[in-house]
């Protein structure tokens, strides 16, 4: 894809061959039998063409070259994203986006004619107001606005959240200065990726990576708290059990079952009989029961939740 900008100064602005798929690191040994990272590449059909040419793309004669740099990963994207110069840039490009992000089609705008309405101050006001302490992202809105980020987000999500989490508080703090006095922590949640994957077909190729799954919650356990070694601190957590629904089981098959991991605020969000979507890091725990039955050094895999949402409630 070429883009090409005029800027606000009136100067020529590079003009440059942007290859999209090395934005997609082959560095990782990912495989895609099922497509699911595949599905987040394909941004020409994705985009309009408001969105062929935006800061990551073009940039003026004469700019930082420290900015180009941070386009083109050394390395893998977990190694890339760990850097704190990275994570700085991460966290700057985030706290941009939640002062700058005005949603035109949100029928809240569309409402009150306002259309310079920052779309994540109003939703920051709404958390401090409901006196909660999460803050949902629209990944459809962070995409073509922050597409690199986005893209590094659904292969290294750990890092990228964390940072995210880190900038979210910052701004949060400094837009109500008083409201870390009621709460310390602020958990920027994802929704709405571009595709689920279904349970039957997770995989290894889907390991330490941001999925979204859907499906039938058949046991929630009790709460139980972990020991946060870094901290000396400890967070509860909740195991649910995640069942595909009938609909989607093939033909003469067993329905195959995942655990989720919930924690902080998302503990107690669904039911046993619930219908729920899931974005979450599919990642693998060492098995107690599993080493103590076999000998060997055996890992269970899980989905820690990021976000939870009802689909259906239980009747």
Not at 206 to 211: E, G, K, N, R
Not at 283 to 299: I, R
């Amino acid at each position: 894809m070429q883009c090409m900008a005029i800027g606000m100064n009136g100067h020529d602005q590079l003009i440059m061959d942007f290859d999209e798929d090395e934005y997609i690191s082959d560095d990782d040994n990912v495989d895609d039998d099922d497509g699911y990272f595949s599905g987040i590449e394909e941004e020409d059909d994705y985009f309009g063409d408001e969105y062929h040419c935006d800061e990551y793309y073009c940039f003026e004669f004469g700019q930082d070259l420290k900015f180009e740099k941070m386009l083109f990963p050394e390395g893998t994207i977990k190694e890339w994203v760990a850097k704190d110069e990275v994570r700085r840039f991460i966290a700057e490009k985030f706290k941009k986006f939640l002062l700058t992000f005005v949603n035109h089609h949100s029928k809240n705008v569309q409402q009150q004619h306002d259309e310079t309405e920052v779309e994540y101050v109003r939703l920051i006001n709404q958390m401090v107001s409901a006196n909660k302490c999460s803050l949902v992202i629209n990944y459809e809105q962070l995409l073509p606005v922050q597409i690199q980020i986005a893209r590094w987000m659904i292969k290294s999500p750990r890092l990228i959240l964390e940072t995210f989490e880190d900038a979210a508080k910052n701004v949060v703090f400094n837009l109500h200065p008083n409201y870390k006095n009621v709460h310390q922590s602020i958990y920027v949640r994802i929704t709405n990726l571009r595709k689920c994957v279904s349970i039957r077909n997770i995989s290894e190729t889907h390991l330490d990576a941001l999925i979204c799954i859907r499906g039938l919650v058949t046991r929630c356990s009790n709460i139980f708290p972990k020991l946060q070694q870094a901290t000396s601190s400890s967070r509860n957590y909740q195991i649910l059990t995640l069942q595909e629904s009938s609909g989607s089981v093939p033909a003469c098959r067993l329905p195959r079952c995942v655990e989720v991991i919930v924690s902080n605020d998302l503990i107690d969000s669904a039911l046993s009989g619930d219908e729920i979507e899931v974005t979450g890091i599919y990642t693998d725990k060492f098995d107690v029961s599993l080493n103590a039955n076999n000998g060997t050094p055996e890992f269970a895999t899980v989905v820690e939740a990021n976000y939870i949402a009802k689909t259906k409630s239980r009747d």
